[in-house]
């Protein structure tokens, strides 16, 4: 996973900022990892955030190259 440029950082949607902020919540119980129970649904919901996050970051890296590879080939 690369850091984002602090010149063109991604915009976070409102449901995107408010599920990050939902599995921050303190007042409640840490988060637990049971390999073969139940996980815990924070930890769920923060896994899938990032996830869509990290595909985000990559495909706007690939879209950048596509276009630099056009502009050299014409």
């Known amino acids: 996973m690369t850091l984002r440029s602090t010149?063109?950082?991604?915009?976070?949607?409102?449901n995107e900022r408010?599920?990050?902020l939902e599995s921050l919540l303190i007042d409640e119980p840490d988060l637990t990892f049971t390999p073969r129970g139940d996980?815990?649904?924070?930890?769920?919901?923060?896994?899938?955030?990032l996830a869509?996050?990290?595909?985000?970051?990559?495909y706007a890296e690939e879209v950048k190259m596509t276009?630099?590879?056009?502009?050299r080939t014409s």
């Open 7 to 14: 010149q063109s950082p991604a915009k976070m949607t409102r």
């Open 18 to 20: 408010e599920e990050l």
């Open 39 to 49: 996980p815990d649904p924070r930890l769920l919901r923060l896994v899938d955030f």
């Open 52 to 58: 869509r996050q990290a595909a985000r970051e990559c």
């Open 67 to 71: 276009r630099r590879r056009g502009k």
